[in-house]
């Protein structure tokens, strides 16, 4: 049974920092890009930030560009999204996904492309 689990959200203060972590099982884990997408109350899910298998390329919005940083530990089937520099219209909950590739090196930002999900971590910016 594949599992995918988020966790380290929680409330900050704007220009604070969150260390969100994601762990997969069930899974060959380094069989499978990986992202981060939030949603905010009352929009669309967004994508934030995504990783290759290899974890040597990622892809981030322009939103979170320089402030947000994806990595992952294959050795430990987790996944990190390190926020610096938060601002208030980073509040959403926080998913963490995972994309079955054949390619080492290609990232995915579309939420179609990702097969299995983890059930969200609110991560709440104070102004």
């Known amino acids: 049974q594949v599992q995918v689990v988020e966790s380290g959200g929680g409330l900050v203060q704007a220009g604070g920092s969150l260390r969100l972590s994601c762990a997969a099982s069930g899974v060959t884990f380094s069989n499978y890009a990986l992202g981060w997408f939030r949603q905010a109350p009352g929009k669309e899910r967004e994508f934030v930030v995504a990783?290759?298998?290899?974890?040597?390329?990622?892809s981030s919005a322009d939103s979170v560009k320089g402030r947000f940083t994806i990595s992952r530990d294959n050795a430990k089937n987790t996944v990190y999204l390190q926020m610096n520099s938060l601002k208030p219209e980073d509040t959403a909950v926080y998913y963490c996904a995972a994309a079955s590739t054949t390619y080492y090196s290609r990232v995915y930002s579309r939420s179609s492309d990702y097969k299995y999900w983890g059930q969200g971590t609110q991560v709440t910016v104070s102004s």
């Open positions: 990783v290759t298998r290899s974890g040597t390329a990622t």
